[in-house]
């Protein structure tokens, strides 16, 4: 089992920037992906952003290339999401999950999840 803690969410205003975190504790001497989505009131849940477990791949949603950057430092069990140029529409639950099949925009291609961190940004 891997337990994952996500923290660095709050209230910005439009234009700002956040870094998420997500450390992940328990069974984490297997290799594993991790994967950040989002979630806004009323919508389903969106994939955002995914590493590999070596960091040498990644991939980004349409909506977040370009402003949002993902890094991960394995030393500290840590998985990053770097966020700028923010927007209103940004505002959601920021989850990361964790998988060991790779990295996958596919909620089903994780097998752990965190409680999520609240994003709001302000107009």
């Known amino acids: 089992q891997v337990q994952l803690v996500e923290s660095g969410g709050g209230l910005v205003q439009a234009g700002g920037s956040l870094r998420l975190s997500c450390v992940a504790s328990g069974r984490t001497s297997s290799p594993y992906a991790v994967g950040w989505f989002r979630q806004a009131p009323g919508k389903e849940r969106e994939f955002l952003t995914t590493?590999?477990?070596?960091?040498?791949?990644?991939y980004y949603a349409v909506s977040v290339k370009g402003r949002f950057t993902i890094s991960r430092d394995n030393a500290k069990n840590s998985v990053y999401l770097q966020m700028s140029s923010l927007k209103p529409e940004d505002t959601a639950v920021y989850y990361c999950a964790a998988g060991v099949r790779g990295i996958s925009r596919l909620e089903a291609g994780y097998n752990y999840w965190g409680q999520g961190t609240q994003v709001t940004v302000s107009s």
């Open positions: 590493i590999s477990s070596s960091g040498i791949e990644t």
